[in-house]
């Protein structure tokens, strides 16, 4: 691991590498080229050679980076080949949906558990799990050493979930409320706004109404 | 509309500025600094105002941005205040939990039909929607004239409802479906890559073991 970390615009062009990292692996082809990484991720190929070199991987000239190699490096630099563990609450739609998706196990992670506040839901089957009750989430996280926590309760419960999250010991949080949350600066919150996202088709949308 | 278009990395920070705009007139602040805004979406104030150029606003020295005109000017660069109509393909629990999501509406979205093609779920009521079989799509399409396709189906199934839908006529597509969809260069496709956020998440979690 870099002693420092990579600043958050490069590391988040890091997965689009990786994916087309991964086609070229299925597809047989030995190596890819900064243009082409750079075509999955939308910058110039200088930009992907200054990204990588923070995962320590240097193209050759003239033949590009060697596929499996950088792929299998840039796995390494994201933990993606490291065991996590996550409880979810909100078992709602979203929630089951998360639950059951079936992207996460091979980035490494493990949902461990289902809460919901709701005594109705509690005890259901939802996407495999026996709902469990809030109350129950301290004792789970430390039982199974839980890493995240993913919220998809509604925005005005958001709130008292992370705090109930933070104070069971969990340090990183995934929130798909639509709302921010107020927490101590050492915990790491990724939001996952999709008014945010539905925005930047928005302007698609309304751009392709102009021409 | 600006007759060119905005840069990527400038339009994914719009929306965070404006989540921050709209914080401050909720809570009556009448001006927002570029400072604050830039600490909404991580970068720095130079940045925020090298961003906002675009949508032809500038901050008074010493003051900062009228927070509610500057709201305004983002919302019409994004076209949030136009309505826009997409369909849903996909009706299981992240197509039902989209279709009930209820951070669109404000954004100007209205999602008209809910597609699926397995016959067990046709015909069946979902976040309020009876949803349809694929084969009605393209004449749902062009009478609610439809402006984005939202794809919630398995990898597998993806590639051939976006063909679908671009043979329906929409121009733009959110997908979901953790693949990469082969389209002509003129349609545009968001990849909503929850693993490729998980890899962000990932990278947290590993740092802090190593800490």
């Not at 949080?173 to 996202?197: F, H, K, M, S």
Request: charged letters at 20%; a positive charge.
């Amino acid at each position: 691991m870099p002693p420092t970390s990579i600043p958050v615009p490069s590391l988040r062009r890091l997965p689009s590498y990786l994916r087309r990292l991964h086609i070229a692996v299925e597809q047989g082809v030995a190596y890819v080229s900064s243009r082409q990484l750079g075509a999955a991720a939308g910058v110039p190929a200088a930009q992907v050679r200054k990204d990588l070199t923070w995962v320590d991987q240097e193209g050759r000239p003239g033949r590009g980076y060697e596929a499996r190699a950088l792929a299998a490096q840039l796995e390494l630099t994201l933990g993606l080949r490291e065991q996590k563990r996550a409880v979810l609450v909100g078992a709602g739609n979203l929630g089951s949906a998360l639950a059951a998706y079936p992207g996460f196990g091979p980035c490494g992670l493990r949902i461990v558990a289902l809460f919901d506040k709701d005594p109705a839901v509690v005890g259901k089957r939802v996407a495999g799990f026996v709902v469990q009750p809030v109350d129950s989430l301290a004792r789970v996280a430390a039982e199974h050493q839980v890493d995240m926590g993913i919220i998809t309760v509604p925005a005005e419960a958001a709130q008292s979930v992370a705090e109930a999250m933070v104070a069971a010991g969990i340090g990183v949080i995934w929130n798909y409320a639509p709302t921010t949350l107020r927490l101590d600066a050492g915990i790491y919150v990724q939001n996952q706004d999709l008014a945010a996202e539905l925005a930047l088709l928005s302007y698609q949308i309304v751009r392709r109404r102009g021409e």
